[in-house]
């Protein structure tokens, strides 16, 4: 599937009209439910092809944030070999007590994957849980950037911030 293919079809299934609260706590009246391309397979594995091409040359494992990432870098760890992590968005209380699944994370250069990014908030709270666990992280890829201040953000934490689409490029796609 062609990026552009890949694009509208993203913007079509899960972009959705009305009245939304973000995360970062911005209201907006579009929202790009990731659920329902992350649960289309064809959509998953078109998402992952077209993201393994621009990951970094040298890193350890994926980091997939609880709870949009990990379908993504699922599909990219079965694209790539690479093992991936599952992100918690807060260490678990009981058990373990890790706030990352799947591995060690101390010294592993991990590389975050994240769905949808608006203010990047979410990303750099687990970065910099990650961060105190010893691992390092200096890579952020997404599939959608809405365009809000994540890559400002992310950028002034040392972070390089790599979507595969932006919102005005989805948004492109589907422009008569």
């Known amino acids: 599937m062609k990026k552009s293919e890949l694009g509208k079809a993203i913007y079509e299934t899960s972009n959705i009209k009305g009245e939304f609260a973000l995360r970062s706590g911005q209201v907006a009246t579009e929202y790009f439910d990731k659920y329902l391309f992350e649960a289309d397979p064809k959509l998953l594995a078109a998402v992952a092809e077209h993201m393994v091409g621009s ?9 997939g944030l609880e709870m949009g990432g990990i379908p993504i870098a699922t599909a990219l760890s079965l694209k790539t070999g690479s093992k991936s992590l599952f ?3 807060e260490a678990k209380e ?13 010294g592993s250069r991990l590389v975050i994957i994240e769905d949808v990014v608006t203010s990047g908030g979410a990303i750099l709270d687990a970065v910099k849980e990650l961060r105190a666990r010893g691992a390092l992280v200096n890579h952020v890829y997404c599939v959608i950037d809405r365009e809000g201040s994540g890559r400002a953000n992310l950028e002034a934490a040392g972070l390089t911030f790599t979507p595969l689409f932006t919102k005005s490029e989805l948004e492109s796609y589907c422009a008569p």
Do not use: M, S
């Open 55 to 63: 990951l970094p040359e040298q890193y350890d494992q994926l980091a």
């Open 87 to 89: 992100v918690r968005k």
């Open 94 to 106: 009981y058990g373990t007590c890790k706030i990352a699944e799947g591995g060690d994370i101390e």
